[in-house]
């Protein structure tokens, strides 16, 4: 089953909704997340609804077609070249123009538009594209994400832990650019079911998984990711700009330490090797034999929880009475803990308390084990859980 077969996907009831869902698109599709609106309605706009640049650096604009009465009519030549004359006094001067209809697509249409980009094009104008209903939608299919945000109905309760088999001992799972980490989570551990590897192996790499996807997704740019098992052969991808998670650079992000503790966990049971082909980054992991075999020291591991999503929820939510002498925190009761969000959560006990108290912080061991190589005060007293 591909994504055109799961999201049938029909244009928008109203004209504004299409508007947002055309920003959210094209947000996606330019990487620019300062995308906007042009202006409010009823503001002179030059043809042009949402503005951005793209992942080029050049200026681009979309017109959405149907304000005045939506869907609105077939989208015709005159109308095209009278949406360009608008836009050729947009500023800054755009680089790129798409008009962007509800419509069926055209060969009348498609014909100007590259007439038109042909002739600016010697003057050194924005180029011109049409896009029908059929394009916007082959668009949406490249960034699930929004289809995810306008389009919920498609997302029951297990729609995001769907696993798909493409063939015999062959799995693959999408991650969208927008979900929340946990289910981000709950989807790579659906492969769980079929991987080569005992469920305390797959713990730790799950949670490596969800560190590299999150990563990609605040701050790579990347719009969607999906992770492939065929075999002995696990295989993630991501449309974000180039970053190898297995790189020993002295870097000073949590996330990117816990990667590293995780892959030496993992030592012996995997084989990782990280490359980049065209526009998308991969990290390819192969099972050994060994996966089957208990990791020392180690129990269950749970992925990252939206119960302590980033710092300032974690503030929010911890709050250490001055006048407490024994605190204990546990973590190990939580669905889903990432090595990033357990530093964030030592991080603020160190922001609250101070060494007339005794602080005890309970996690898995393998989440024990990489605080343990961080700087803290020895007041704060790590406990594996049992």
Not at 158 to 174: C, F, K, P
Not at 209 to 232: P, Q, R, T
Not at 301 to 309: G, K, L, W
Not at 351 to 380: C, G, M, N, W
């Amino acid at each position: 089953m591909i994504i055109r077969d799961l999201y049938p996907l029909s244009p928008p009831e109203n004209w504004q909704t299409f508007e947002d869902l055309c920003l959210h698109l094209w947000k996606a599709t330019w990487r620019d997340k300062d995308g906007q609106k042009n202006g409010r309605q009823g503001q002179p706009q030059h043809g042009v609804d949402v503005y951005g640049t793209d992942r080029a650096g050049l200026q681009c604009g979309i017109q959405c077609k149907g304000k005045a009465a939506y869907p609105g009519k077939l989208l015709t030549p005159k109308i095209v070249q009278t949406e360009v004359t608008k836009a050729l006094r947009f500023t800054p001067p755009l680089d790129r123009y798409g008009i962007a209809t509800t419509g069926v697509r055209t060969a009348e249409t498609q014909q100007v538009a590259r007439e038109i980009t042909k002739r600016h094009g010697r003057s050194g104008k924005f180029s011109v594209h049409v896009y029908s209903w059929e394009e916007i939608r082959d668009l949406l299919y490249e960034n699930p994400s929004v289809i995810r945000k306008f389009f919920p109905a498609y997302f029951s309760a297990d729609g995001l832990s769907r696993l798909e088999q493409r063939a015999e001992n062959s799995y693959r799972v999408d991650l969208f650019g927008y979900d929340p980490i946990q289910d981000i989570s709950q989807v790579i551990d659906s492969l769980s079911k079929v991987a080569p590897a005992t469920e305390r192996v797959w713990r730790v790499l799950q949670s490596l998984l969800v560190e590299v996807a999150v990563n990609a997704f605040d701050h790579g740019n990347a719009s969607k990711a999906f992770v492939e098992l065929e075999n002995a052969t696990l295989t993630y991808t991501d449309d974000g700009t180039a970053f190898d998670p297995l790189s020993t650079e002295a870097r000073q992000g949590s996330g990117l330490k816990y990667v590293r503790h995780a892959r030496d966990l993992l030592a012996g049971y995997v084989d990782m090797f990280y490359g980049r082909k065209g526009d998308r980054n991969y990290l390819k992991i192969t099972f050994s034999d060994h996966a089957y075999q208990k990791i020392k020291s180690q129990t269950y591991y749970y992925a990252p929880s939206i119960r302590f999503p980033g710092r300032d929820y974690i503030e929010q939510t911890l709050k250490i009475p001055k006048d407490a002498v024994e605190i204990t925190i546990s973590l190990s009761s939580e669905p889903a803990i990432a090595g990033s969000t357990a530093v964030g959560v030592l991080e603020a006990i160190q922001r609250q308390t101070d060494e007339t108290q005794s602080v005890t912080l309970i996690a898995q061991p393998h989440i024990i084990s990489f605080l343990k190589r961080l700087d803290f005060p020895k007041y704060i007293n790590l406990v594996e859980s049992g």
